[in-house]
């Protein structure tokens, strides 16, 4: 009996040892089968990328044109404006730079005539103090004659 018992569980492990092959197969199957469907799949989806890259870089490519032409129009625009406006403000510019010029020699001149009529006024002053000075002292004179006189009148 323990013969029997012993092939029996010989049988018994055969066997599932053999079911065991079988479902690592029957899976390896199902996982080379898997593995498969998800190239196939992975295939078609990178087809399809490659499909919406290639309309997205011919969308793109016609916008960076159109931008381009856009770009190259605005600063063809600007510059005009830049050149023109400059060319305005550089003629303001002479037309106060001469402006300013003639100021200062306006300055220069009203300062210079200035200095003279103080120079002027300086010398007149000196002069009227001459003369306000000769009166005083010919007042003194004639107040000293006049002192004499009453004297001899009294």
């Known amino acids: 009996m323990y013969t ?3 092939h029996k569980k010989k049988t018994m492990l055969r066997n599932f040892l053999r079911k065991l092959e079988l479902d690592k197969r029957e899976a390896k199957i ?3 089968k898997e593995i498969e ?3 196939r799949v992975a295939k078609e989806a990178k087809l399809q990328a490659d499909i919406v890259i290639q309309s997205e870089k011919a969308r793109v490519g016609e916008f960076l044109v159109n931008l381009e032409k856009i ?6 625009e600007f510059e005009h404006t830049f050149h023109s406006t400059k060319e305005k403000h550089l003629s303001e510019l002479a037309r106060l730079d001469a402006l300013i010029e003639g100021k200062k020699m306006y300055l220069k001149s009203e300062d210079e005539r200035f200095n003279l009529v103080i120079k002027n006024k300086n010398e007149e002053i000196a002069r009227l103090n001459s003369y306000v000075e000769k009166l005083i002292e010919a007042n003194k004179e004639i107040g000293k004659s ?9």
């Open 30 to 32: 199902s996982i080379d």
């Open 71 to 76: 770009c190259a129009k605005e600063t063809g």
């Open 37 to 39: 469907d998800n190239r």
């Open 146 to 154: 006049n002192a004499s006189i009453e004297v001899k009148n009294h």
């Open 4 to 6: 029997f018992v012993k």
